[in-house]
């Protein structure tokens, strides 16, 4: 039998395990935040087994399970595991969680939604900036050498002013509109719902906030209403000048016609964190002055990750200690 | 056409030399470069007007060589290629372009410090390279909630504080007097600002007291997890002991807009992962570019027909 307790000697064997089947990057980049006396991990990626063989033999009792992006929890998980009673995610993201079947079964979900918005706005922000103002085609410029040789770089496009519609105003969202405002620009939004105290003018459709918007910030959650919500006919709303920030899901956008219209001159550019099959980018992309790419980073600070691992052990204490948990996923 | 005689000092905007022409009759002083002095013998003394710019205003030299100058028009806000004792001797008027570019040039500060401290162009470059496909990128810095220290609390600086603000980053400042109107931190002296933040603006005017003032003792305070963001003026920064600084690991990083020697910044930078170097691109869009544009434009005409200047510097 394979020892999984090896780390530490003072370990009990008595301590409830907590389920993680690949590691999620806050725990790789500080595991020493997840050493807890109410909870033990239990590494299924540790493992040679085959991961179902794993979960048979040793995750019968296990009650909670840390996931992330790289290890989704299917029905078909779910499925072997008996006892499961908490499914912990260390993102934002509850995408890749199988939440009816969680809802069927009564297992709670908490995820790490409020720690990560304001380095998401900043990000988001930051990627509108560079798009619009070609800090990143510049600064390639000025290291080419190219300033003395070519002469004064291109013009680019003004932030203040810009109609900015923000796709879902949740945590993320609501950060992004705050800060836009600073700059002058004229927030407007769309989400499932118009949100009364918000005053910021609601669009019912992505594609009239298209019509009306300078540029869209992708902020909302990835679901199987959103899933290519942005396609061909929002993009050519947007319009020639228009520029789109994707700081949420890759999926939330069809990336083939985005890629399309991009490489047409159909839309100003693109500010991209997220793609449909990273880390696969499309290579049309990388000729382009006009995107700015980032590699599903936006919440890389350690700030963001020392809080989220905070958020995820304090969710896992209370759940072992039978108190209310920190950051539960409502259903709706 | 108007045989009112305009000098322009350099190639500055397609739009803007268009509308001079179209007004008056404009010499664009890089045509005669092979000939100048023959070009100053036959014009100087018709020339009522200068358009000049950051990289080429209007020193002693020329306005010595203009007997009847009667008004320079900047195409800049700042005032330092200008020489404005000599103007004013000469009872010579200057104009500028403050306000309309404001924005671009806080906006742009904002956006280095972001580029820096959350790798957005190293980021891009990675993927680009195709390297995610190897590994994963590590971590940035946080920006928001970082404390911002303001040199220069002018118009671009407060629109930068007034931006940083909605990050949540606390504010101080340092400028040659304290402003009444503000509840950000003064300081007296700009290396305890520096040392009390953990990002530094430059965001004054150029004059001899502001020569390099960035020196290494306000590097030192800004320290090893400190970040300079310059949207001023290079010559603001003893860009050596700036240099030496982020080569050596004394300086977190660094966001330049400005260089002391343009358009040549200092090449060893161009290896380094923390910082962010673009081509003095402050106020360059196009909607910013054709309002400067404009504002040099109304104040030549209210110039030339008798009305009182729009941005009248002196």
Same mark, same amino acid.
């Given at each position: ?12 064997q ?6 993680? *089947? ?23 990626w ?29 029905? /078909?998980? *779910?499925?072997?595991?008996? !006892? ?5 995610t ?18 709670a ?9 304001? /380095? ?36 680019? !496009? ?26 002058g ?28 918007? /300078? !540029? ?13 919500? *942005?396609?061909?006919?929002?993009l ?7 520029? *789109? ?9 069809n ?19 997220v ?15 006009n ?27 209370a759940f ?11 259903y709706? | ?5 305009? &000098?322009?000092?350099c ?8 509308? &001079?022409?179209?007004? =008056? ?12 002095? %023959?070009?100053f ?27 009847? &100058? ?33 924005d ?25 390279s ?6 994963? =990128?590590?971590?940035?810095?946080? =920006?928001?909630g ?8 002018g ?11 909605? =990050? ?5 400042y ?21 040392a009390?933040?953990?990002? &530094? ?12 003032i ?12 400190g ?13 050596p ?14 966001g ?7 358009? %040549? ?35 030549? %005409? ?13």
């Amino acid at each position: 039998m394979e020892n999984h307790q090896e780390r530490s000697d003072h370990r009990s064997q008595d301590l409830p395990q907590v389920l993680v *089947i690949k590691p999620p990057p806050v725990l790789t980049l500080f595991e020493d935040k997840f050493i807890s006396s109410k909870f033990q991990l239990l590494k299924a990626w540790e493992s040679t087994l085959p991961l179902d063989q794993f979960l048979t033999n040793y995750a019968g009792s296990v009650r909670a399970v840390l996931c992330s992006g790289a290890s989704p929890i299917t029905a /078909d998980i *779910i499925r072997l595991l008996p !006892s499961l009673q908490l499914v912990i995610t260390a993102s934002a993201g509850v995408n890749h969680i199988d939440l009816t079947e969680c809802r069927r079964l009564g297992i709670a979900v908490t995820n790490a939604a409020g720690v990560f918005s304001d /380095d998401g706005a900043d990000a988001a922000v930051g990627l509108l900036i560079d798009v619009l103002r070609k800090v990143s085609a510049a600064d390639r410029y000025v290291r080419n050498g190219l300033w003395p040789v070519k002469g004064d770089y291109a013009l680019g !496009s003004k932030l203040g002013g810009k109609r900015v519609g923000v796709v879902g105003l949740g945590g993320f969202g609501s950060a992004v509109a705050k800060r836009l405002e600073a700059f002058g620009c004229t927030v407007l939004y769309n989400s499932r719902t118009q949100k009364p105290s918000v005053p910021y003018p609601f669009y019912s459709t992505v594609l009239e906030l298209a019509a009306d918007s /300078d !540029s869209l910030i992708i902020c909302c959650g990835l679901t199987a209403e959103t899933r290519h919500m *942005i396609n061909r006919e929002v993009l050519l709303a947007l319009g020639k000048q228009g520029v *789109i920030v994707n700081i949420a899901r890759g999926a939330i956008i069809n990336e083939k016609e985005m890629v399309e219209c991009l490489v047409r001159g159909e839309i100003g550019g693109a500010g991209l964190d997220v793609f449909e099959n990273e880390p696969n980018v499309p290579e049309e992309l990388f000729g382009l002055d006009n995107v700015v790419l980032s590699p599903h980073r936006v919440v890389f600070t350690p700030e963001s990750f020392v809080a989220a691992s905070e958020l995820v052990v304090g969710n896992l204490e209370a759940f072992f200690s039978n108190k209310p948990l920190l950051s539960p996923v409502i259903y709706e | 056409m108007n045989n009112t005689c305009v &000098l322009v000092t350099c190639p500055m905007f397609t739009y803007l030399e268009q509308e &001079l022409e179209t007004r =008056f009759n404009l010499f664009k002083l890089w045509d005669h470069s092979s000939s100048k002095a %023959e070009f100053f013998n036959n014009y100087s003394s018709s020339i009522k007007a200068v358009v000049g710019n950051t990289k080429v205003g209007a020193d002693a030299k020329l306005i010595d060589s203009l007997p009847n &100058l009667e008004i320079v028009a900047s195409y800049s806000v700042g005032l330092d290629k200008i020489d404005l004792d000599k103007c004013k001797q000469r009872g010579i008027k200057v104009t500028n372009t403050p306000d309309v570019l404001t924005d671009d040039v806080a906006d742009l500060a904002i956006g280095l410090a972001l580029a820096v401290l959350r790798k957005v162009c190293v980021c891009d470059q990675f993927v680009r390279s195709g390297n995610w496909i190897n590994g994963d =990128f590590g971590l940035a810095t946080k =920006f928001s909630g970082k404390s911002v220290g303001i040199v220069g609390l002018g118009r671009i600086g407060s629109a930068i504080a007034k931006r940083a603000e909605a =990050f949540q980053c606390p504010i101080s400042y340092h400028s040659r007097s304290k402003k009444p109107n503000t509840n950000y931190k003064y300081y007296l002296n700009i290396v305890d600002l520096a040392a009390n933040c953990e990002i &530094l603006v430059v965001a004054c005017a150029l004059t001899e007291e502001t020569h390099h003032i960035v020196n290494r003792k306000v590097i030192d305070a800004l320290g090893p997890k400190g970040f300079l963001i310059n949207i001023a003026r290079g010559a603001h920064v003893d860009e050596p002991e700036l240099v030496s600084a982020l080569l050596e690991g004394r300086l977190g990083g660094a966001g330049l807009d400005v260089f002391e020697n343009e358009p %040549e910044p200092p090449e060893q930078l161009f290896a380094l992962d923390n910082v962010v170097l673009v081509p003095h691109v402050g106020s360059d869009t196009g909607e910013t570019s054709k309002a400067m544009a404009d504002l040099v434009i109304s104040n030549l %005409e209210a110039h030339f027909k008798g009305k009182p200047l729009l941005t009248p510097v002196i």
